[in-house]
């Protein structure tokens, strides 16, 4: 048995990940679309977030208005957030409370939303993000 709960979920769960030091995961499984997603542990929180795309400088009120949709409407773990320039996924649970059913579910709600949600707020993207395209 692993000593951080934590690691141990992600175990279990089959997802491929990195250990980047002690209290940080950072997720690359893209089999079940959680690409990117850090995993930190940061007493008495576990913080799960994602960056999604750089705050645009065109349509930001569209996008602002987009994102509070999906906020309530779409996400059921978490919240989209500004985070320096970044539009980001995040959710916080206690570290003591937190056990393995939670956990998942919060890393099927950032699944489902990167998976779709990409499509909607792709559009917002400038391109200078996707290399010039």
């Known amino acids: 048995m692993v000593e951080n ?4 979920y992600l175990i279990d769960l089959m997802l491929t990940y990195q250990q980047m030091d ?3 995961w ?3 499984d893209q089999e079940h679309s959680l690409h990117g997603v850090a995993v930190m542990q940061a007493a008495p929180l576990v913080i799960i977030r994602a960056e999604i ?3 645009p400088k065109k349509n930001v009120l ?3 208005t987009k994102l509070l ?3 309530a409407t779409d996400v059921i773990h978490g919240a989209y957030a500004l985070d320096n320039g970044k539009i980001v996924l995040i959710d916080t649970m206690e570290y003591d409370n937190m056990d ?3 956990f998942r579910a919060t890393l099927d709600s950032f699944s489902l939303a990167l998976t779709q949600h990409y499509p909607i707020l792709s559009v917002y993207r400038e391109k200078t993000q996707e290399g010039g395209k």
Do not use: T, V
């Not at 709960?5 to 141990?8: A, C, L, T, V, Y």
């Open 22 to 24: 002690s209290n940080l």
């Open 100 to 102: 393995y059913d939670d």
């Open 62 to 64: 569209e996008l602002y």
């Open 69 to 71: 949709e999906l906020n």
């Open 5 to 8: 709960k934590i690691e141990q």
């Open 26 to 28: 950072l997720l690359d």
């Open 53 to 55: 795309m750089d705050i």
